[in-house]
């Protein structure tokens, strides 16, 4: 009899614990949706987006707002209050809008909870998500894979970092590492988010940019740096002290890829000492410039 009834006990627990994880997996992994409270309140609203409190001396901000300004000016569609991915462009990546949104807010554009709103019952899990202040998911990504579906005369493109085959590991591009930096700081852990910063200067910093698996430099690499940097200086301004002379080179060369039209080209590569911008400009591009050096306050 006693037997029987530690069994129907380990059974029972066996359930929950499935149970449990069903429902972990349910969060992490399966639902589709990212709740914004902010954008439900009856209140003016007030953006999610960071606002680290670091000090930032004698780095004078290397873009113009005026001529950002003209891009989303450019780039918007008020007919689906979304940001279209390029100049010319009848696409519009939702991923590319949770940045734009971002950047409008900086940039003290209204446009940004417009953008939002459009964007709000199709957010799904991303490591972007850091970018709105939101740390609460897991990490476990897959690697980006892109659905396009034709609305009318355009085009919409959605990323899902949940569906794909393989893994995402982090620390093989500079750009999710300094994602995952930001993730971790803003979930309390400093000292590992302080460990993995380091370990991008340490393995893709050449003096000029972070060198990936591509040939040329990815511009954005520049920009998550920046924002990265920029958090963990308002956790630790010590540590982010030292990385100082670093980032005066990555403004330097920053303040090298803004295009006439206000975006920033998504590459570029060094010739002789001098740098010579490549690629597109696009707004994931220009939005996560935006966020960077618009982004918290100190800047001068």
Avoid at 5 to 12: A, E, K, M, N, P
Avoid at 128 to 149: A, I, K, M, R
Wanted: with cysteine; hydrophobic share 40%; glycine share 6%.
């Amino acid at each position: 009899m006693s037997s029987r009834r530690t069994y129907t006990i380990l059974g029972s627990l066996l359930i929950a614990l499935i149970v449990l994880e069903l429902i972990l997996v349910y969060v992490y992994h399966i639902n589709p949706g990212v709740n914004f409270p902010f954008l439900h309140s009856s209140k003016s609203p007030q953006g999610p987006f960071l606002n680290p409190s670091g000090s930032y001396p004698s780095l004078p901000t290397p873009v113009s707002a005026q001529l950002l300004e003209l891009y989303y000016n450019f780039t918007y569609n008020p007919s689906l209050n979304l940001v279209s991915s390029k100049p010319y462009s009848d696409v519009y990546s939702l991923q590319d809008n949770l940045l734009a949104a971002a950047a409008l807010y900086y940039l003290n554009d209204s446009r940004w909870l417009k953008v939002m709103n459009a964007l709000k019952s199709n957010l799904t899990p991303s490591p972007f998500l850091v970018l709105l202040n939101d740390s609460s998911f897991g990490w476990n990504f897959t690697c980006p894979e892109v659905e396009y579906v034709k609305e009318g005369p355009y085009v919409l493109a959605y990323v899902s970092y949940v569906n794909g085959s393989e893994p995402l590991e982090w620390y093989d591009f500079p750009n999710y590492s300094f994602l995952f930096a930001i993730y971790e700081a803003e979930r309390g852990h400093v000292n590992l988010a302080q460990q993995v910063f380091s370990r991008v200067i340490a393995n893709y910093w050449t003096g000029y940019g972070f060198k990936g698996q591509n040939r040329y430099y990815s511009s954005s690499d520049l920009a998550l740096a920046v924002i990265a940097w920029k958090i963990l200086a308002s956790y630790n301004q010590t540590f982010a002290d030292r990385y100082l002379p670093l980032m005066k080179s990555v403004y330097n060369v920053s303040s090298k890829l803004q295009s006439p039209i206000g975006g920033f080209f998504s590459e570029y590569e060094v010739v002789n000492g001098t740098i010579v911008p490549l690629g597109d400009v696009n707004t994931e591009t220009t939005s996560l410039f935006t966020i960077a050096f618009l982004m918290g306050n100190g800047t001068s």
